[in-house]
């Protein structure tokens, strides 16, 4: 039986300094794909502008991100790195899963929610179909697999929604082009043109929280710079910042258990342990019952271990943005490769005229 290429396609927006939850929750996770799977990683610069952006701070932002990408690990030449405004095929895939997309499902997409806030007459509505835009991402190069973090799971399933009912809408003209691999959606098999992406979720995710206040994950939108580490922090940076992080006045405790409660300790530990490859308990098990005056030094130098590496090399491609650019446009023009095919055989599966 036929089965779709497999291949992993992923992306972070361009809209403030990648941190270390980015690197711990997402990129870190890529580089390891790597070798498993042909991977896509992409600067998703049009989801950036669903809000206003200053143009050169985007310009640096996109930079920046793939600068990360490349210094964290990813190889660009044996993978694809691109930024997303260059491969129009995401607009326009996104056109057409628009007029796919019901309006029921789109509601249902608490993300839009709690971006748009009380005034969600405000909102662009490119906000609003941001989600068509992520499934267009993804399923222009028919990717198999994503990794997600829990809060895109459900724009995946939506993802998976759209695909379905492509299949499902368009099965008869599928399978008269002969394009189809037979995939069980519900109680039938159809011949399907888009792969029902699976989520790749290798392990405990890691969740990174601010510095400044346990309750909240650790962005880039934070109005304090000391409640997250970015990846352009240098060494100096990073020891302050972990310092400074906020804690409470008991000592640490011997037993995961012993953590609840304790949004900051549970946050400095499991920053700890994602750093180390440990688990929590492994952490608690060594620094249980001292004070976090002795364990936060200890955190800084493994931070300033595994990221001076990182954020070093961050400066040294970004001090050539012209050779960031050229891996971008490489990327692209192997991305469009892919996309272009993709949107021909969509558009001829919808009887839309393209020759």
Known sequence: ??????????????????????????????????????????????????????????????????????????????????????????????????????????????????????????????????????????????????????????????????????????AERIAERGVGVPTTIGDETVNAWFPLTEPLIDGPATRVMSLRDGTKKMSKSDPSDLSRINLTDDAEQISRKIRKAKTDPDGLPSEVAGLAGRPEADNLVGIYAALAGKTRQDVLAEFGGRQFSEFKPVLADLAVEVLSPISGRMRELLSDPAGIDATLRDGAGRAREIATATIAETKAIMGLIDN
């Open 1 to 170: 039986m036929a089965e779709f290429t497999q291949r992993v396609f992923s992306g972070v927006q361009p809209s403030g300094n990648l941190h270390l939850g980015n690197y711990l929750g997402a990129v870190r996770r890529w580089v390891e794909l790597q070798d498993r799977y042909p991977c896509i990683f992409c600067v998703v610069d049009l989801h950036a502008i669903t809000v206003y952006q200053e143009p050169k701070a985007l310009e640096h932002a996109t930079r920046e991100v793939a600068a990360a990408y490349i210094a964290a690990g990813i190889d660009a030449q044996k993978h694809i790195v691109f930024n997303q405004s260059r491969v129009p095929e995401h607009a326009e895939l996104a056109w057409l899963f628009n007029c796919v997309v019901r309006l029921g499902w789109l509601n249902r997409m608490t993300q839009f929610k709690d971006k748009a806030g009380k005034d969600r007459e405000a909102a662009s509505a490119g906000l609003y179909v941001y989600p068509s835009l992520m499934a267009a991402d993804i399923l222009a190069y028919r990717a198999t697999h994503v990794p997600v973090g829990e809060d895109q799971k459900q724009h995946l399933e939506l993802t998976r929604d759209i695909a379905a009912k492509f299949n499902h809408d368009y």
